[in-house]
């Protein structure tokens, strides 16, 4: 069982950063690849970043690549989530996540491929 935690959302003006982090317990950290998902109401849960477990590699929705980076501190069993240039579209509610099964990039991108999530922290860009 791994449990994770987010924290760092909130209100935010258009063009702002916001890191948000995502603390994780229960599981060695290592042994799980770790994913961000956003979701607005009405909506799926969309794919927003992903890192492996080692954090070598990392992989972006094209909606946010190039403003938001995604790592990992090993040591601290926390995941990251920087974005910049925050758009209202960025409106969300979002969900740290983890994957215990798989670890390839062709996996990482669907929500159905993680085993826990978070309670998620809402992230609002005012216009």
């Known amino acids: 069982q791994v449990r994770l935690v987010e924290s760092g959302g909130g209100l935010v003006e258009a063009g702002g950063s916001l890191r948000l982090s995502c603390a994780a317990s229960?599981?060695?950290?290592?042994?799980?690849?770790m994913g961000w998902f956003r979701q607005t109401p009405g909506t799926e849960r969309e794919f927003v970043a992903a890192i492996s477990r080692s954090g070598g590699s990392t992989y972006f929705a094209d909606a946010v690549k190039g403003r938001v980076t995604i790592s990992r501190d090993n040591a601290k069993n926390t995941v990251y989530l920087q974005m910049n240039s925050l758009k209202s579209d960025d409106t969300a509610v979002y969900y740290c996540?983890?994957?215990?099964?798989?670890?390839?990039?062709?996996?990482?991108?669907?929500?159905?491929?993680?085993?826990?999530w978070g309670q998620g922290t809402q992230v609002t860009v005012s216009s």
């Open positions: 229960g599981r060695a950290f290592t042994s799980i690849a």
């Open positions: 996540a983890a994957s215990a099964r798989f670890a390839g990039a062709h996996y990482l991108y669907a929500k159905n491929n993680y085993d826990y």
